[in-house]
Every structure is written in structure tokens, then in C-alpha cells.
């Protein structure tokens, strides 16, 4: 059953068809329509408010509402624009979510308008103004920085007071109330650390991004397996760092850890790009990967094989997510943007052992 108040925007609609009122004419006041569909004022003016917004009538001060031209409409409803808002676009396995985004919405007759925040946060806040402005029908989008929370609340507020459907991918703002489609990151860290203690590693080393919240859930998957294991984790054993020290600052910890006297057997990276990095420092090193070195990454990207040796990660769905995050923005805008809680989806990860991860070198152990 539809909603009084679709209902009566239905009827209305129906109308302009039936060109029992013609474009530029006036249509019945809110009292009139009270009467004539017998519901309340509250259900009137959320009706007209949605065909409002939706461009199916106009208002004049003083005078009333009235139809827009109805062939104009047609054409802006057969164009619908989703904006699409991620934290970088060109690298990693961004590619592939966006292929799936885009194969699923050009095939709704969906466009798209796709920026990047480059995981800032100003950035996220003047991209979150300009979407705004070009008037899109939803929003797909990748918090930024979301391990703090708070932040650019007042556009979130604005896409909800013009009942304009979003939803979140890869993260989500606590505080922002809307479907999120999420990889089960503390069970992707969990599973990686179980993996290295199980071949018998007992340093290991952890590498966390600890500004968004993936990297703040695999930390805990990570130290989680650790306790559950009754097995010492060192805080030396915890390395973190914030997205603008991925290309500086990392380099040089990741380096030091494996000059120092008594370093890790094994390493677990906060994504692929991480650990192939991790790799490469240990190549400058002599050190052989996995015989001297395990090494294992999260994302099982494309990355994962091009690399030597292969490298063993836990999975991301990427284009999957792309597709079903398509696929949800549309069924939101078809339905008035209602949702609940079973529209949110979270993936639940596996472990793809290749050759980077081996039992350790016991002359080092």
C-alpha cells in the first residue's frame, strides 16, 4: 500500500496527464484538496512539497500553486543524475566500484557526476556544494575521514531536508542515518592476524590508517585474534599513520621497523598498496618475502598478482558493491527515498592465500 500522501501526488500527476489541468494552470488550494482526497493538511502539504521539489508545480507568493509544463517535466525525469562522491577516483580499487556504479546505472538511464574528496575534508565539503547545485536525484558517497565524526553535518542535513536519497559505501558517519554498504573490516583483521599466527608467526606487525574507520575496525580484527589467542601484543607491534603520510612519514616507520635488532616476522597491511609497499622496503633490505618476511595485505586487488610474489590479501567485493550500490540508489529514488535497516549490506570478507605468507625462518623466529 502507497502512502496517503503518494497517493495524492500520484493523482496529481495523473492530472497534468489527463490534461484535466493544463501547464501554467491553477490547481485546487490546500483546503480544496483536504476535501476532495479527505485526508489531512499534514498529508497535503508533504504531497506538494515532494512535486515541488520533484519540478511537477510551482508556487506563486499570493496567488496559489500551479501545474509546470508538463512536457519539460517528462524530459527532466527521463535524465536523472546520480552524484557519486569518493575519496579518490584513479587508483586502487576505486576503478572497479565505479565500473560497477556505472555499467548498472547506464543501464537505468542514469547519468553520473563523479568527483573525488582525496580524502579531505574541505575538499569533501566543497564537492558535497557543487553535487547540491547541479540537482542530482541521489547521492552515493564515501565518507571522508571517517573515523571522525561530525563534520560537514550541514549539507548531510540539506540532502535530507529535500528528500534527496543517499547513501554510503566503504564507511559511514554515525551520525548520519542512511543506508551504508560495508566490508566487515574487524573480521578482515581478524582473519589476517589468525592466518600469520597460525603459520606460527608471533611478532607480528600491524599498519593502520587510523582516519578512516576501515583501518580503526581491521586494528581491532587484528588485536582482537591477539587476545583471543592469550597471545602478548607490544604496542611497538601497532603502527598507524593518517592518509597524508602514506607517501613520507610510512615509508620511513616501515623502514625502521625492519632495520631494528629484533624485527617482525610477519606483516599486516592495512590495504594492498600498503603492503606492497611494506614489500619493496623489504626488497632495499635483503630481506626475502615470505622467507625472512610474511606480508599480507586487505582489498585482494588487482595488485594482489601483478606483484612477485604473490600476494596473499582478504577480499573487497569493489565492483559488486558498485553494482549494489547502483542498484539501491535507484530502488531509494523509485521509492521516495524509504528505507530501513535491511537495505544496508555488509560483506563479509575471506582470506586469499598466495605466496607472500609462509611459516617463519626459525633462524630469525
Not at 527521463?78 to 557519486?84: E, L, M, P
Not at 579518490?88 to 543501464?107: H, K
Request: aromatic share 8%; glycine share 4%.
Amino acid at each position: 500500500m502507497k502512502h496517503k500522501y503518494q497517493q495524492v501526488k500520484d493523482k496529481i500527476i495523473q492530472w497534468g496527464i489527463d490534461e484535466k489541468y493544463k501547464p501554467h494552470e491553477k490547481l485546487p488550494t490546500e483546503s480544496q484538496l483536504m476535501e476532495l482526497f479527505n485526508v489531512s493538511r499534514h498529508t497535503i502539504r508533504k504531497a506538494l512539497s515532494d512535486l515541488l521539489h520533484e519540478q511537477y508545480i510551482y508556487t506563486i507568493q499570493g496567488s496559489g500553486v500551479y501545474l509546470s509544463d508538463w512536457k519539460n517535466i517528462i524530459s527532466i525525469k527521463s535524465n536523472k543524475t546520480i552524484g557519486i562522491l569518493t575519496t579518490y577516483i584513479s587508483d586502487y580499487i576505486f576503478p572497479e566500484i565505479i565500473r560497477g556504479l556505472e555499467d548498472t546505472l547506464y543501464a537505468k538511464s542514469y547519468s553520473m557526476l563523479l568527483s573525488s574528496t582525496n580524502n579531505n575534508i574541505m575538499f569533501e565539503s566543497n564537492n558535497l556544494k557543487n553535487l547540491l547545485a547541479h540537482r542530482i536525484d541521489g547521492l552515493i558517497i564515501e565518507p571522508t575521514k571517517s573515523a571522525y565524526q561530525g563534520h560537514n553535518t550541514g549539507y548531510f542535513s540539506n540532502l535530507i531536508k529535500h528528500n534527496i536519497p543517499f547513501i554510503m559505501i566503504n564507511a559511514s558517519y554515525e551520525d548520519v542515518k542512511v543506508p551504508s554498504l560495508l566490508v566487515n573490516d574487524f573480521k578482515g583483521g581478524s582473519l589476517a592476524c589468525e592466518h600469520l599466527l597460525n603459520l606460527g608467526h608471533k611478532y607480528i606487525l600491524g599498519i593502520f590508517k587510523v582516519d578512516d574507520s576501515q583501518g580503526i575496525q581491521r586494528m581491532n580484527g587484528f588485536i582482537s585474534s591477539y587476545q583471543k589467542n592469550n597471545m602478548h601484543l607490544n604496542t611497538i607491534q601497532i603502527m598507524t599513520y593518517l592518509s597524508e603520510e602514506i607517501s613520507d612519514i610510512l615509508p620511513q616507520k616501515i623502514k625502521s621497523s625492519l632495520e631494528s635488532k629484533n624485527r617482525p616476522t610477519a606483516i599486516f597491511c592495512y590495504n594492498d598498496q600498503i603492503a606492497i609497499t611494506a614489500m619493496n622496503i623489504a626488497k632495499t633490505l635483503d630481506l626475502s618475502v615470505p622467507k625472512d618476511l610474511s606480508i599480507i595485505g586487505f582489498d585482494d586487488s588487482a595488485l594482489c598478482e601483478i606483484v612477485q610474489p604473490n600476494l596473499t590479501s582478504i577480499t573487497h567485493p569493489k565492483k559488486q558493491m558498485g553494482i549494489d550500490a547502483a542498484n539501491l540508489i535507484t530502488k531509494l529514488i523509485d521509492n521516495n527515498n524509504n528505507f530501513d535497516d535491511s537495505d544496508s549490506i555488509i560483506y563479509e570478507p575471506t582470506l586469499i592465500v598466495r605466496n607472500s605468507t609462509s611459516k617463519p625462518n626459525q633462524s630469525i623466529n
